[in-house]
C-alpha cells in the first residue's frame, strides 16, 4: 500500500541532545513537510521541500533542521536549541505545487523530553 | 497574515443527526481549502477539497461549500454516526510565492452519540 510512514511512534529527547523523526514516503510525491501540532492548536508549518535536495523554512523553523537527499525521505532533527520540543509532530507530501492536490499526513511521532 | 478560524470547538450531538461545522478565514485570496478528519493520536486523513472556483464538492454523506468572498467554509456531515467522532480540522492553502503552504484551523472536535 502506497503511503507515508513515518517513526518512531513515541520518541524522548534528553537534555541537549539532537534527535531525528523519520518520514518516508511511497507515492512519488515530489513535495514533503513537517508540522508541529501542540494541544488545542492548529498545525504550524516546520520545513517544507518541493524538490529533491532544496528546502525551505516555514514558519516555526528554529531549532530544527532538514535534509532531502531522496526524493522518498525527509528526516527532522530537533536540536538542542529548541527549547520547547514536547508535541507531535507530523509529516505530509504532496504531488507538487502545480498539482493542486491535496497532502497526505503520516501518523505522527510523539517527542517528549526526559 | 491568513488566520483560520474554526466554530465551534467542540460539539455533541446524538447519533442520526445532520451537522455542520464551519471554518472562516481572513484573506480571500486563497489558491483552495482543504477540510480534514484526524482521529486521537493520528494522523490527518483528506476528506474534501475544493478549488478557489468551485463552490461545493461532496463525498458520500459529506459536502463542503466555499464562498471565497465572506471567507467562509461549511463541512455538512448528513446522517451523523458514531464513526464520524473525531477532531475535523480546515486549511487554507495561500497564494503567494507559488508555494502549497498551508494554514490550519484549531479544528473542531466532534462527538456522535449513540
Known amino acids: 500500500d502506497g503511503g507515508i510512514t513515518q517513526s518512531p511512534k513515541y520518541l524522548f529527547r534528553k537534555e541537549g541532545q539532537n534527535v531525528t523523526l523519520s518520514c518516508e514516503q511511497n507515492?512519488?510525491?515530489?513535495?514533503m513537510y513537517w508540522y508541529r501540532q501542540d494541544p488545542g492548536q492548529g498545525l504550524r508549518l516546520i520545513y517544507y521541500s518541493q524538490i529533491v535536495n532544496d528546502f525551505q523554512k516555514g514558519d516555526i523553523a528554529e531549532g530544527y533542521s532538514v535534509s532531502r537527499e531522496k526524493k522518498e525521505s525527509f528526516p527532522l532533527t530537533v536540536t538542542s536549541a529548541q527549547k520547547n520540543p514536547t508535541a507531535f509532530y507530523l509529516c505530509?507530501?504532496?504531488?507538487?505545487?502545480?498539482?493542486?492536490?491535496?497532502?497526505?499526513f503520516g501518523d505522527g511521532t510523539r517527542l517528549s523530553i526526559l | 497574515k491568513q488566520e483560520v478560524t474554526q466554530i465551534p470547538a467542540a460539539l455533541s450531538v446524538p447519533e442520526g443527526e445532520n451537522l455542520v461545522l464551519n471554518c472562516s478565514f481572513t484573506?480571500?485570496?486563497?489558491?483552495?481549502l482543504q477540510w480534514f478528519r484526524q482521529d486521537p493520536g493520528k494522523g490527518l486523513t483528506s476528506l474534501l477539497l475544493?478549488?478557489?472556483?468551485?463552490r461545493e464538492q461532496t463525498s458520500g454523506r459529506l459536502n463542503a461549500s466555499l464562498d471565497k468572498s465572506s471567507g467562509r467554509s461549511t463541512l455538512y456531515i448528513a446522517a451523523s454516526q458514531p464513526g464520524d467522532s473525531a477532531t475535523y480540522l480546515c486549511a487554507v492553502r495561500r497564494t503567494q510565492g507559488g508555494s502549497e503552504k498551508l494554514v490550519f484551523g484549531k479544528g473542531t472536535k466532534l462527538t456522535v452519540n449513540p
Open positions: 484573506d480571500s485570496a486563497i489558491y483552495n
Open positions: 507515492l512519488n510525491h515530489d513535495a
Open positions: 505530509a507530501s504532496s504531488r507538487g505545487r502545480l498539482a493542486n492536490q491535496p497532502q497526505h
Open positions: 475544493i478549488q478557489s472556483s468551485q
